[in-house]
T-cell receptor, first 112, second 113 residues
Framework: DAKTTQPPSMDCAEGRAANLPCNHSTISGNEYVYWYRQIHSQGPQYIIH???NNETNEMASLIITEDRKSSTLILPHATLRDTAVYYC?????????????FGGGTRLMVKP | DGGITQSPKYLFRKEGQNVTLSCEQN?????MYWYRQDPGQGLRLIYY???????QKGDIAEGYSVSREKKESFPLTVTSAQKNPTAFYLC????????????FGPGTRLTVL
């Protein structure tokens, strides 16, 4: 199973871009990178996922390096409501299952 | 509105009692999952089900049981055999494809007194 490494915490000023890094150096060729976030005492919320190309949606952008060993989630204009724990996850396939393995994540604090 | 519901949001039980947590989804998803989260930690998979009447153990299944009699429902029973049952329990669902996104319910916080 590919593991991920994220910094435990980061700060970002409101209105600025938040860049959250993730290392996944043992990722396999058919494993996707997923990002979720969890606001305190709520269920995780899906943000974005990708295989090797950069992806963008209404919430964020995902930049994956060419060797796929790391990625960066970008929140272009962070707001106070973006304060949450952000999880970078590499998909694990087990018995044709659809598993997600959550690590410790990065606690992002957006400050006024 | 489509989504996943978990009830109740807060649950208190005495030590030694079994307790069942509810999870219902109206997204027509085939797969459902139960995770446990301890304070300051990530999520750990308890059980998952890819299809009705079938389920598989996750990483920490001991002391838990599940059933999947209907596509919409995946209840989790925390038995007295679970040594440290106090935790935040999260249910999720997805369609059955390889790249599916899992969608989570709001969670149930179980406290065993």
């Amino acid at each position: 199973d590919a593991k991920t490494t994220q910094p435990p915490s980061m700060d970002c000023a409101e209105g600025r871009a938040a860049n959250l890094p993730c290392n996944h150096s043992t990722i396999s060729g058919n494993e996707y990178v997923y990002w979720y976030r969890q606001i305190h005492s709520q269920g995780p919320q899906y943000i974005i996922h990708g295989l090797k190309n950069n992806e963008t949606n209404e919430m964020a952008s995902l930049i994956i390096t060419e060797d796929r060993k790391s990625s960066t989630l970008i929140l272009p204009h962070a707001t106070l409501r973006d304060t949450a724990v952000y999880y970078c996850i590499v998909r694990v396939v087990r018995n044709a299952g659809n598993m997600l393995t959550f690590g410790g994540g990065t606690r992002l604090m957006v400050k006024p | 509105d489509g989504g996943i519901t978990q009830s109740p949001k807060y649950l208190f039980r005495k030590e030694g009692q079994n307790v069942t947590l509810s999870c219902e989804q109206n997204l027509n998803h085939d797969a459902m999952y139960w995770y446990r989260q301890d304070p300051g930690q990530g999520l750990r998979l308890i059980y998952y089900s890819q299809i009705v009447n079938d389920f598989q153990k996750g990483d920490i299944a001991e002391g838990y049981s599940v059933s999947r009699e209907k596509k919409e429902s995946f209840p989790l029973t925390v038995t007295s055999a679970q040594k440290n049952p106090t935790a935040f329990y999260l249910c999720a669902s997805s369609t059955s494809g390889y790249t599916d996104t899992q969608y989570f319910g709001p969670g149930t916080r179980l406290t065993v007194l």
